[in-house]
C-alpha cells in the first residue's frame, strides 16, 4: 500500500534523496567510507557543504552581504542566539503573537534579558487569523521576531506586514522554500531542517553582516560571528543532515525551484481547502487571506469522530493528520516532497468518510 506522511516535522521527504541516501550509504562516491564516516574537515565534506551553501543562496536569491549558517540545537536554540546576536543596542525586541512558535520566542528571548513587547496578538481569535500591527512601531527594537508560517495554528504570511525601518527576524521553519520570499526583507531568517530541507539535527541561519556581534562574551556555539569566521566548522558540524540538505536541495533544483514549490504548494493546498469549504462535516478554521499552504489545518468539532477519522485514515496509509495536541483536530502538512497524488487521496477519503456519516 502506498503510504503518504502528512505529519509536521520530521516530515516526508523526496523518494529520490532516499534513494540516493541508500546508495551513497556503504561507500560515498567511491570513498571507501560511509558519508557517517567521513570528517568534517575532508575535502569530500567540504565539497558536500560548499554546494550546500551554493546551492541554498542560489534557490533563495541570497545577496552576498548575507552569512549562511549551519547550526545544530534546531530552530529552538536560535530563539535564544537571535536576541543574543541582535539585541545589543536596546535589548528590547517586538513579537507579533501569530501562536504557539511566536509565544516561545518570546520566552526564551525574556530568559535571555530581553524586553519582548508583544505588538499585536491574535489569541482571543484562536490564532485563527494573523495579528495585525495597527500602527507603525517604534523604531527602539533590535528586531521583530515574526513566525512566516504558524505550523500548529495553520496560517502564514503570504505578505509580510509593513514594519518601516525595524529590523525582522522570520522563523520561516514551515515554509522555508516552500513559499517564496525576498531575503531582503529580512535581517535574519531561521529554519529548522526537518521539514523542506531534510532531516532533523540541523538548523539554517541566513543573516545581515551588518548584524554580526562583536560581543566577546557570547557563548561561542551561539555566537554567529564565530560560526561566520568558522564557516559553520566552529566544532563538528551535523555531518549527515547536512549531506541530507545538499540532496533536497538539489532535488528542489531539479524540480524548477521555489516558483515550481510554490505553485505546487498552492495547487495541492487548494484542492484540500477547496473541499473543506464545501464540506458539511468539516471545517478549515483559519480565515481565507492568512492561510498557510503548507500546514492545513481542520476540524468536525466533534473529538470522537476526529479520532475515528485519524485511525480510519491511518489504516488506509494516510498518514499523521492527527492535529497538534495544543489545538487538536486534525492538520494535513503538505511539505514540498508532498506529491498532489497524496492530497487527492486525502481528499477522496474525507469525501467517502464524510458521506459515511450521513
Ligand atoms: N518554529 C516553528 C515554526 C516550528 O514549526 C518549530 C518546530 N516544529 C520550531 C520553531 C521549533 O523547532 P525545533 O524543534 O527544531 O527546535
Known amino acids: 500500500m502506498e503510504v503518504y506522511n502528512f505529519g509536521a516535522g520530521p516530515a516526508t521527504m523526496p523518494k529520490q534523496v532516499i534513494q540516493q541516501i541508500r546508495k551513497d550509504l556503504p561507500s560515498y562516491q567511491g570513498s571507501g567510507m560511509s558519508i557517517m564516516e567521513i570528517s568534517h574537515r575532508s575535502k569530500i565534506f567540504e565539497e558536500i557543504i560548499g554546494t550546500a551553501e551554493k546551492d541554498l543562496r542560489e534557490l533563495l536569491k541570497i545577496p552576498n552581504n548575507y552569512q549562511v549558517l549551519f547550526f545544530q ?44 513587547d508583544v505588538l499585536a496578538s491574535s489569541k482571543e481569535s484562536n490564532y485563527t487569523k494573523l495579528p495585525i500591527i495597527k500602527k507603525k512601531p517604534a523604531d527602539t527594537y533590535d528586531y521583530l521576531h515574526i513566525t512566516t508560517n504558524n ?55 541566513i543573516v545581515r553582516n551588518d548584524l554580526l556581534s562583536n560581543n566577546e562574551n557570547l557563548p561561542s556555539m551561539l555566537d554567529y560571528q564565530v560560526f561566520a569566521k568558522n564557516k559553520s566548522m566552529f566544532n563538528t558540524p551535523p555531518v549527515f543532515a547536512i549531506y541530507v540538505a545538499g540532496l533536497v536541495l538539489k532535488w528542489v533544483k531539479s524540480q524548477g525551484g521555489l516558483v515550481e514549490m510554490e505553485k505546487r504548494n498552492q495547487t495541492k493546498s487548494n484542492l484540500l481547502y477547496d473541499f473543506l469549504d464545501h464540506s458539511e462535516l468539516f471545517t478549515a478554521p483559519v480565515i481565507k487571506s492568512d492561510r498557510s499552504l503548507t500546514n492545513v489545518v481542520f476540524i468536525t468539532g466533534n473529538q470522537k469522530v476526529d479520532q475515528d477519522l485519524i485511525s480510519q485514515a491511518a489504516s488506509k496509509g494516510l498518514l499523521n493528520i492527527k492535529g497538534h495536541r495544543l489545538v487538536g483536530g486534525m492538520r494535513a502538512s503538505l511539505y514540498n516532497s508532498m506529491p498532489l497524488t497524496g492530497v487527492e487521496r486525502l481528499v477522496d477519503f474525507l469525501e467517502k468518510f464524510e458521506k459515511n456519516q450521513r
Open 151 to 205: 505550523t500548529i495554528e495553520g496560517t502564514a504570511y503570504s505578505k509580510l506586514p509593513d514594519v518601516g525601518k525595524l529590523t525582522l527576524v522570520g522563523d520561516m521553519s514551515s515554509n522555508f522554500l516552500g513559499q517564496q520570499y525576498n531575503i531582503n526583507d529580512f535581517g535574519e531568517v531561521m529554519a529548522g531542517a526537518q521539514k523542506n530541507l531534510g532531516i532533523a539535527g540541523l538548523t539554517i541561519v
Open 73 to 116: 540545537g534546531g530552530c529552538t536554540q536560535q530563539f535564544t542566539a537571535a536576541p543574543l546576536n541582535l539585541g545589543k543596542k536596546y535589548h528590547r525586541i517586538a513579537l507579533l503573537d501569530s501562536g504557539h512558535w511566536a509565544t516561545r520566542a518570546g520566552i526564551e528571548a525574556r530568559l535571555v534579558g530581553m524586553d519582548v
